[in-house]
């Protein structure tokens, strides 16, 4: 699949829905890229992907979603010029649709690793015709992708509202096989005659002779209705009496290669491959052949072969053939009209055909010479392209991973919730907001003056640090929020940013942690494990981010305060609590120990607890 595809996508997306929805849907579908190369190819479950992680994020149903992907698409690709393949594919809307199987092979030199649908019609009627879709991709969406791309074609260039239905859907092989009933105003399907002098009047006139005729297709094919081959042109007469079937793949369109199929997709374009490879005359064969295979002495068309002189003409190679099946009713047969699909000079060679075995009287022998000539200049521009292409995806991972460090380092200063508010630009002040019930604790190192004047000021740091680091290692096991910490102090909150109805049991949890974590932390003075104080209160409080240059989230009330006092008025290793807090907690969770009333400066007297531990 080409990033043509993809890049629609998210150019859609990025438009209706804004960048942002965008990069999460990258992120959710785990593709791990963020720039798709429109000539790159990429893997074919890319799209699934991300239309499951779409449908679910965006609130969209899978069959609008696609068809909405499908119509943007034919918007999508005006900017790179193909709108305008569009506009001449067809006078009328049924010429563009009796064309549309025709339309990828204008995008073969660009996509020349394309796997291209195919499509005929068929029941054509005044109010509209049968139109059957195949293709080697079995995903469901892309029949909601196509009948988005009609839509769109057919309101966009022809003025016209269509009505789709489908008919079946069925899995033929590896194919998926789906059959659309096309309902839009079919006049011009009503004009259709055959002019009055359509036909030669001098029967003699349409006799031509079997060396011109040669000339003019030097690769056709004639078979009959057992699809035995009763001529071919003069290149190579070897094939004659075998079974074409046998002989040449059919690529082109996705039918089954038989004398029924054919009758019906007279309008279709044809493609054939040669089974086995071809080589030049006198050359033996690579690999070894069998004894009832095809002795043939063709070019091909590989792009894979880039071999030069001997060894190039030993390797093999396909012999490609593109044109239209002509029935012949009156001997009861098809004649193949082809041309060779050249890359370059190179098939010739291998096939040990040379240019004046092409056909004179089309553009072949011109297009392959100039193709030639341009080659080397296209390659080179190409590889430019690509390389730039390259660069610029390189560049753009470099900044989704530094955005994502950004973002990081952002969700560290302010909690997440609030920090995603004020990237999508929210003002700091539209952050604020009430929260009616949290709890609040304070914590610090006990006598840490006195330790200071024993250490030095990189000591002090280490210290710390090893402190912080071990409660911060805490926070999200038990679901808290740390508000800042100064010198030694340290404050954590929970039930804000987002509310928790048991933040109660949450701080105290967490204290409970804290409590362990000091015998982790050794003083290099003593070298005993560092003692703290902890004090807690609940109550109701207003938070919010300030500030501009390092805005932080901050909180503020009596709470606060009080929570402070419980820490400064409580005593080392214990976790001294509120009323507020006390009355919450489960006392059969909790050992909870009342230390009685307490004078509080700045609260007068207060009746509080200890939390000495969690009861097994």
Known sequence: MYGLLLEAIADFIRKSYGEEAWNNILVDSNIGITTFGIHDVYSEAYIPKIVDVACSSLGVTKNELLMRFGASFVDFIHEYGYEKILRVLGRHYRDFLNGLDNLHEYLRFGYRHLQPPSFFVEKETSHGLILHYRSRRRYSGYVDYVCGQLKAVAKKFY????????????????????????????????????????????????????????????????????????????????????????????????????WDQLLIHVNNAFELKTIDRVQRRGTPVKNSQEKDEIDTEDGSL????????????????????KGEMKPISSLNCFCFLGTLVMSDLSVLFKAGLYLNDLSMHDSSRDLL????????????????????????????????????????????????EIADKLRNGVPAEDTWQVFSSVSILFSDMYQFVNICESLSPLEVVSLLNAMYVTFDQR????????????????????????????????????????????????????????????????????????????????????????????????????IHISFATAEHLDHEVYDIEERGSVEVKGKGTMKTYWVNGKRL
């Open 475 to 574: 926070t999200e096991q038990h679901h808290v929020y740390k508000v800042e910490t100064v010198n030694d102090n340290y404050m954590i909150v929970a039930g804000a940013p987002s509310p928790d109805p048991q933040h109660q049991a949450r701080i105290c949890d967490f204290a409970l942690s804290m409590i362990e974590g000091c015998e982790s932390v050794v003083q290099p003075a003593t070298g005993q494990h560092i003692e703290i104080r902890i004090g807690i209160h609940s109550g109701s409080i207003v938070g919010g981010v300030v500030g501009l240059r390092t805005p932080r989230f901050c909180l503020f009330g009596d709470p606060v305060n009080t929570a402070s006092r419980m820490m400064s008025s409580g005593v080392p290793m214990k």
């Open 159 to 258: 003025r016209k509202d269509v009505h789709i239905e489908v008919l079946s859907r069925s899995f033929i092989g590896s194919r998926v096989r789906v059959i659309f009933d096309v309902q839009f105003d079919n006049e011009e399907f009503l004009g259709i005659k055959l002019p009055k002098n359509s036909f030669v009047r001098d029967r003699s006139l349409s006799k031509v002779r079997s060396d011109l005729f040669f000339r003019m297709f030097p690769f056709h094919i004639v078979f009959d209705s057992e699809m035995l081959i009763t001529h071919v042109g003069y290149v190579d007469c070897h094939i004659i009496g075998y079974d074409i079937t046998h002989v040449f793949d059919l690529i082109k369109p996705l039918i089954n290669f038989s």
């Open 369 to 416: 010479l100039a193709g030639t000539q341009q080659s080397a200049e296209l390659k080179l521009a190409l590889d430019q392209e690509q390389q730039k292409s390259k660069i610029l995806e390189e560049s753009m991972q470099r900044l989704e991973e530094e955005r994502e460090r950004t973002a990081e380092l952002l969700y560290q200063m302010i909690p997440r």
């Open 302 to 321: 590989d792009a894979d072969d880039s071999d030069d002189g001997v060894a190039l003409s030993r390797s093999g190679v396909h012999l490609q053939l």
